[in-house]
């Protein structure tokens, strides 16, 4: 493993906050080195310093798209969190669909969305009500849109096949014999239901214009990763990027409390909901 001196450390993690926003504190030397050396020697670089120029210098984007898988912590899971998918299947979902019956365009985002559990759970929980309903055609007024940074990550959730230890954790029984196919050790998400979902590479960093307004965002462990200073930002540009009366969801363990006047904090169950007014 080769090793990182300050100097180094400065550059490559001013170097990371810059591309991708992630926030690398003083003591964390240990994952430049464990997530970086291989690319390090890959590309033929004697140290760190020699490896941030050659990124620096990298016009085609294909180094920088590598530091940044490395640097990315794709940690997800199917129905990840029981509190927000309680309110998701029993609150959202209904509502979601009722609108979607007034012939009302519903959006739904999936900010941060990895290899695709959070989209395809949420996919999941829409198509058993809508079928229930015997309203599947209320389907085709619901768009799902996941984003991530890392294109790695994407490509497994734009290819929605998982391995048997992925399918295992958090994936209720009935929905794995209903949308899955096991094909020797991988398991298919629906190959036709997918196409429900559209991904795309997207920074966070950047402007939300493009993307619309959303009756619905996920954005789930992934601000833990930011500076206070940027999870400012990154929630003021939700909140535009909200319709009224409409919630961004956060991770368990994450508060938008000192970081954003801009939504109302209500709950449900033990579910805590950021509305905006």
């Given at each position: 493993m080769i090793k990182v001196n300050q100097l180094e450390y400065t550059l490559m993690q001013t170097y990371i906050e810059d591309i991708c926003g992630i926030h690398l504190e003083k003591g964390k030397e240990y994952l430049i080195e464990s997530r970086l050396t291989d690319l390090v020697i890959e590309n033929g670089c004697a140290s760190f310093q020699a490896f941030h120029s050659k990124a620096q210098s990298d016009s085609s984007g294909k180094l920088k798209d590598r530091i940044v898988d490395a640097m990315t912590t794709n940690e997800t899971l199917f129905f990840r969190d029981n509190s927000a998918w309680e309110y998701i299947k029993e609150i959202a979902v209904p509502l979601l669909l009722d609108k979607a019956e007034k012939n009302k365009k519903v959006r739904i985002?999936?900010?941060?969305?990895?290899?695709?559990?959070?989209?395809?759970?949420?996919?999941?929980l829409l198509h058993?009500?809508?079928?229930?309903?015997?309203?599947?055609?209320?389907?085709?007024?619901?768009?799902?849109?996941?984003?991530?940074?890392?294109?790695?990550?994407?490509?497994?959730?734009?290819?929605?096949?998982?391995?048997?230890?992925?399918?295992?954790?958090?994936?209720?029984?009935?929905?794995?014999?209903?949308?899955?196919?096991?094909?020797?050790?991988?398991?298919?998400?629906?190959?036709?239901?997918?196409?429900?979902?559209?991904?795309?590479?997207?920074?966070?960093?950047?402007?939300?214009?493009?993307?619309?307004?959303?009756?619905?965002?996920?954005?789930?462990?992934?601000?833990?990763?930011?500076?206070?200073?940027?999870?400012?930002?990154?929630?003021?540009?939700?909140?535009?990027?909200?319709?009224?009366?409409?919630?961004l969801m956060l991770g368990a363990t994450e508060s938008l409390r000192g970081l954003s006047d801009d939504f109302k904090i209500r709950y449900y169950k033990d579910a805590v909901l950021n509305e905006k007014p």
């Open positions: 985002w999936s900010a941060a969305a990895s290899t695709g559990q959070e989209a395809y759970s949420l996919l999941m058993d009500m809508a079928k229930v309903r015997g309203k599947l055609h209320l389907l085709d007024k619901i768009e799902i849109i996941g984003t991530d940074i890392s294109t790695s990550a994407l490509f497994l959730a734009i290819s929605a096949r998982y391995d048997a230890m992925t399918i295992a954790r958090g994936t209720p029984p009935d929905k794995k014999q209903t949308y899955f196919t096991q094909n020797g050790n991988v398991w298919e998400f629906d190959q036709i239901l997918k196409k429900r979902v559209t991904f795309r590479q997207f920074n966070l960093q950047n402007s939300f214009v493009s993307l619309g307004k959303f009756d619905l965002i996920l954005c789930r462990y992934v601000a833990i990763y930011f500076s206070e200073q940027f999870k400012r930002k990154l929630f003021s540009k939700m909140a535009q990027s909200l319709n009224s009366g409409c919630v």
